[in-house]
């Protein structure tokens, strides 16, 4: 089992920007494919973006342009730009590994707010 650690959350105005860092506790990092998930209060949590092995990346409609995925296999960590944030981007995200059944992290609040 994976145990996975997010960070960098926080409250910030709207056209702001943070990155959020999910830290893996394995060696075998380099060999899980990767995703970020968020769920707004009284909705289901959705998937926001997600990277390959290989580095290849796909991203959910409304965040492309602004959020970038990437990772650091020599840190076991997964990474989470977000840019031009806004509103209806307030959830509270989580990281996980893209098997059956998947590993989650804690969760990181992120606030986007006047």
């Known amino acids: 089992q994976v145990q996975l650690v997010e960070s960098g959350g926080g409250l910030v105005r709207p056209g702001g920007s943070l990155r959020l860092s999910c830290a893996a506790s394995?060696?075998?990092?380099?060999?899980?494919?990767m995703a970020w998930y968020r769920q707004a209060p009284g909705k289901q949590r959705e998937l926001v973006a997600q990277?390959?092995?290989?580095?290849?990346?796909k991203y959910k409609d409304s965040v492309k342009g602004r959020f970038t995925i990437s990772r650091d296999n020599a840190k076991n960590t997964v990474y989470l730009q977000m840019n031009r944030l806004k509103p209806e981007d307030t959830a509270v995200y989580y990281c996980?590994?893209?098997?059956?059944?998947?590993?989650w992290g804690q969760g990181t609040q992120v606030t986007v707010s006047s």
């Open positions: 996980s590994t893209i098997t059956l059944p998947p590993n």
């Open positions: 990277i390959a092995t290989n580095g290849n990346t």
């Open positions: 394995t060696s075998g990092f380099r060999e899980y494919a």
